[in-house]
């Protein structure tokens, strides 16, 4: 997979960004200590900066964070030195033993030009399914199709960076793109990038026939408790049933 989220989008990422995950952390937490096993070891796929990392290591779970981007796997070991990561991409990756599985923030979405977008995930519930326990839990979202339109122009900045985001959508095609551009200061110049995000949109039935395919019950919700999702997001909460 391309590398996303090079230097300078890792550092905006993490200095502005982080908010659905600390807001969701104290709601996961909760799920995770309430599920019908006793879950230690959970996995943060696409972690990022590692703000939900951080609130599931404080919680007492055994946590690893894999992430494809390494700039911000280097921010998320400051932020959770006690957590252990892993920098790949989670279609690759050798996903460790655990109880859970949490992927905040759509990184089960994004996928470059051309590629299989639902082979891709579809073969990640498959293995996840594998590797969970009966009463394991696997809690990720997305991007759905649909309206309103997510098309238009966005820009935030701080003290010492901004960042422009054109998104465009072509629903055909299920697909989402950002182009990102970032301004940061270094010493007295701002340096510019930029970043192409490919995002994958969904139909949540599908997705749920395809979850229940691998033997998870799921439910969905526009919020993980008190933390709501932002337009046409949906979470999943699935649990694996017991093999008959
Ligand atoms: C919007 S950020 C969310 C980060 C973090 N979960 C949070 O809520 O703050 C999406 C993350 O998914 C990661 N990502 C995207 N595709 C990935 C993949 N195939 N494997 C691993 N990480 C991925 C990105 O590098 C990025 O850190």
Known sequence: MESLYKQDLAYIQAAAFGGLAQGAAPEIVRLLKSATIQIRKVVDAGCGAGPL????????????????????????????????????SIYDAEIPDCEAIVALGEPLTYHTEGADADSLVQSFFQRVSDILPAGGMLIFDVIELGEPSLAGRFWSSGEEWAVLVDTWEDQDSQTL?????????????????????????FDTGILCSQLAACGFATETAQSYGMQRLGPRRRAFFSTRMRQA
């Open 53 to 88: 990392t951080a609130a599931l290591v404080e919680a007492g779970f055994e946590v690893t964070g894999i992430d494809s981007s390494a700039e911000l796997l280097a921010i998320a070991r400051a932020a959770a030195p006690r957590a252990h990561f892993v920098n790949a």
């Open 177 to 201: 793109v950002r182009s990102i551009e970032t301004f940061r200061r270094v010493d007295h110049l701002y340096r510019r990038g930029s970043e192409i995000h490919r995002v994958r949109l």
